[in-house]
Every structure is written in structure tokens, then in C-alpha cells.
């Protein structure tokens, strides 16, 4: 059964680019595409955007001046950098499996890494 | 802003059913069949409960049911236990390859 395990830079200054790492356990890493979403403090879900095994991405529009995702299939790590990060961008980032087909949803989902901005 | 709206919280009686809206427009949930929905517990990452409007995947609850009128979707948990205290979030394709979620609704057992 497949897990996503998550890590990443937890503590930002504004301005920093912020750099998450999702890695992909226990099955195949191709096939799929690889979701990043946040969740405000108390807010609800953002889609970031995607990637799959062959670096082919797709970005949420609000976000695509700032995010950059990209694949490392030898090691099935997903790994997604915000730039230039403010207090608007704390939330909790997950990383999320989803088949190819738009019509299937989001799952599983990784446990979350939560991310700071403060100066 | 969230682009699908769902009422910040709904409540029931163990037993009864609740129904969970989340409105959307031609261009996502009217357009196409994908609204999934997801159970979401304090702390923990979001599960999947609904995918494609109505398929319940393996595992999940016969209590739980969705669907679909227009732009609307809606969730309906029947019988409703104190373990389906949570928030819940619905979500659907939007188009060009990009996906909205709903603000998310909190739904309390009494």
C-alpha cells in the first residue's frame, strides 16, 4: 500500500523560497500525478499544482509565478519550492496521489508539513 | 476566497442525516462529474469519502452518499455517529488541468 512521506523547511523568513520534499513508498511512482495542496491556519484547501514521472506539470494560476515542482525517479521523491514566501503562504502543505484521469480524486494524502513565516 | 462555497457548519443528532452543500459554477461542477469529497479529522490529513460525485471507494462508510444537481453537489452522511465529527471539503476539475476545493464545512454531532 502506497505511503507519502513528507519533509521539509518548516521556518521561513519573508522572501525565502520555501523547498518541500514528498516521497513516494511501497508503490509504483509512474502512472499517477503527484498534488501539492496547502491548508491555512483555519482555512480551507488550495490546489498548488502537479507533476508526474516525466516532470509534465500543471500549476494553480494564482501560484504558477512562484512554485516550481520536479521529480527525481530514482530515489520517488516529489519535490515542490515557493519563492519569494510571505505570511499569506503559512499553512500546512500536503502532498497528494492522483490517477491520471481527471474524473479520480485525490488519494492517499501525505500526513502534512506544516510551514511558518515569520521575521 | 474559496472558489466552491459550503456552509461553515452544519450540525445533527446521533441518528439523523445531514446534508452537506458545496456550490460551484458551469466551468467546475457544473461541467463535470469529478467532485470528490474528503473527511478531514483535527490534525490529520484529508480522507477520501466521494469520488466522481456519488462512487463511494472501498472502505468508506455505506452512511455516507453524494451528489450532484446543476452546480451544486451535496454530501449527505445518514445516521450520523459522534466519530463523524470533522470537517469536510469538497473539491472538483475546473478545467486546464487545475482542481478548487470548497472553504469546507464543520460538522458537529449534538
Known amino acids: 500500500q502506497v505511503q507519502l512521506q513528507q519533509w521539509g523547511t518548516g521556518l521561513l523568513k519573508p522572501s525565502e523560497t520555501l523547498s518541500l520534499t514528498c516521497a513516494v513508498v511501497?508503490?509504483?511512482?509512474?502512472?499517477?500525478?503527484w498534488n501539492w495542496v496547502r491548508q491555512s491556519p483555519g482555512k480551507g484547501l488550495e490546489w498548488i499544482g502537479e507533476?508526474?514521472?516525466?516532470?509534465?506539470?500543471n500549476y494553480s494560476p494564482s501560484l504558477k509565478t512562484r512554485v516550481t515542482m520536479s521529480v527525481d525517479t530514482s530515489t520517488n521523491q516529489v519535490f515542490m519550492k515557493l519563492t519569494s514566501v510571505t505570511d499569506a503562504d503559512r499553512a500546512v502543505y500536503y502532498c497528494?496521489?492522483?490517477?491520471?484521469?481527471?474524473?479520480?480524486?485525490?488519494?492517499?494524502w501525505g500526513p502534512g508539513t506544516l510551514v511558518t513565516v515569520s521575521s | 476566497q474559496p472558489a466552491l462555497t459550503q456552509p461553515a457548519s452544519v450540525s445533527g443528532s446521533p441518528g439523523q442525516s445531514i446534508t452537506i452543500s458545496c456550490t460551484g459554477t458551469?466551468?467546475?461542477?457544473?461541467?463535470?462529474?469529478?467532485v470528490s469529497w474528503y473527511q478531514q479529522h483535527p490534525g490529520k490529513a484529508p480522507q477520501l469519502l466521494i469520488s466522481?460525485?456519488?462512487m463511494r471507494p472501498s472502505g468508506v462508510n455505506v452512511r455516507f452518499s453524494g451528489s450532484k444537481s446543476g452546480s451544486t453537489a451535496s454530501l449527505t452522511i445518514s445516521g450520523l455517529q459522534v466519530e463523524d465529527e470533522a470537517d469536510y471539503f469538497c473539491?472538483?476539475?475546473?478545467?486546464?488541468?487545475?482542481?478548487?476545493f470548497g472553504g469546507g464545512t464543520k460538522v458537529t454531532v449534538l
Open positions: 497528494a496521489r492522483r490517477r491520471v484521469a481527471v474524473r479520480f480524486p485525490f488519494d492517499p
Open positions: 511501497g508503490e509504483s511512482f509512474t502512472g499517477y500525478y
Open positions: 507533476i508526474n514521472h516525466t516532470g509534465n506539470t
Open positions: 458551469s466551468g467546475d461542477v457544473g461541467n463535470y462529474d469529478t
Open positions: 466522481e460525485g456519488s
Open positions: 473539491c472538483s476539475y475546473a478545467g486546464g488541468r487545475t482542481w478548487v
